[in-house]
T-cell receptor, first 114, second 113 residues
Framework: GAGVSQSPSNKVTEKGKDVELRCDPISGHTALYWYRQSLGQGLEFLIYFQGNSAPDKSGLPSDRFSAERTGGSVSTLTIQRTQQEDSAVYLC????????????FGSGTRLTVV | AQSVTQLGSHVSVSEGALVLLRCNYSSSVPPYLFWYVQYPNQGLQLLLK??????LVKGINGFEAEFKKSETSFHLTKPSAHMSDAAEYFCAVYSFGNEKLTFGTGTRLTIIP
C-alpha cells in the first residue's frame, strides 16, 4: 500500500482481556517495527522483524506481549491479559532493508484499558 | 551503544521567531541522524535525515539541521515559526549494531500567536 496502515485506530478493552493490533506495512518493505508511546513519554521499542530472520524481541516488556509477521507482510501484536499500564499508543513502522534511511510510521493504535 | 538526548521537553516560541530544538547524540561510529515530527493523534513523519555528505541538511516545511561532529550535535532550526509547526519533535540515531533507530524523549513545540 501507499503507507503503513494500522487497525484499529482506537481500542478500548477491559482489564484482563486479550487484544490484537494489526499493522500492514508498505509493500516491499522488508523490515517492520513496533513501538509503544505512553502519555508524555518517548518511543519505547518493542519488536523488530527483518525479512525471514528471527525477530528481535528484546523490547517486549513481558511475556504477555507477543507479535508475529505472516508471509513477510502483515504483523499482529497481541497483548494477553491486558493491564491498565498497557494503555498507550502502539506505533508500527516499516522500512527498506535495515532501516538506515529511516522508517515510515503508521498513525498508531490508541489502546485504553479500563 | 548509540543514544540521543533532547534538551528541553517543552519549547515555546512566538510566531515568526526562530525555532531551535536541541539534540545531542552519542555514537562510537559515524552516526546516521534523523528528526521526526508528530502532530496530534498522528504517527511520526520524517522531517530530515543526515547520513553522509553535506552536514547542513534541509527538510520539509522549512526546517533544517546541521550535523556538528565536534559538538556531537544535530540541532533542528527554522528561521520563522508558523502556527502549524506546533507539534512534538523527536531526534533519533540509527544503531548499526542492532539495526534500529533509538529515539530521544521528544520536545513539544508550542507557537505563541
Amino acid at each position: 500500500g501507499a503507507g503503513v496502515s494500522q487497525s484499529p485506530s482506537n481500542k478500548v478493552t477491559e482489564k484482563g482481556k486479550d487484544v490484537e493490533l494489526r499493522c500492514d506495512p508498505i509493500s516491499g518493505h522488508t523490515a517492520l517495527y513496533w513501538y509503544r508511546q505512553s502519555l508524555g513519554q518517548g518511543l519505547e521499542f518493542l519488536i523488530y522483524f527483518q525479512g525471514n530472520s528471527a525477530p528481535d524481541k528484546s523490547g517486549l516488556p513481558s511475556d504477555r506481549f507477543s507479535a508475529e509477521r505472516t508471509g513477510g507482510s502483515v504483523s499482529t501484536l497481541t497483548i494477553q491479559r491486558t493491564q491498565q499500564e498497557d494503555s498507550a499508543v502502539y506505533l508500527c513502522a516499516s522500512s527498506l532493508d535495515q532501516g538506515m534511511g529511516g522508517y515510515t510510521f503508521g498513525s498508531g493504535t490508541r489502546l485504553t484499558v479500563v | 551503544a548509540q543514544s540521543v538526548t533532547q534538551l528541553g521537553s517543552h519549547v515555546s516560541v512566538s510566531e515568526g521567531a526562530l525555532v531551535l530544538l536541541r539534540c545531542n547524540y552519542s555514537s562510537s561510529v559515524p552516526p546516521y541522524l534523523f528528526w521526526y515530527v508528530q502532530y496530534p493523534n498522528q504517527g511520526l513523519q520524517l522531517l530530515l535525515k543526515y547520513t553522509t555528505g553535506a552536514t547542513l541538511v534541509k527538510g520539509i516545511n522549512g526546517f533544517e539541521a546541521e550535523f556538528k561532529k565536534s559538538e556531537t550535535s544535530f540541532h533542528l532550526t527554522k528561521p520563522s515559526a508558523h502556527m502549524s509547526d506546533a507539534a512534538e519533535y523527536f531526534c533519533a540515531v540509527y544503531s548499526f549494531g542492532n539495526e534500529k533507530l533509538t529515539f530521544g524523549t521528544g520536545t513539544r513545540l508550542t507557537i505563541i500567536p
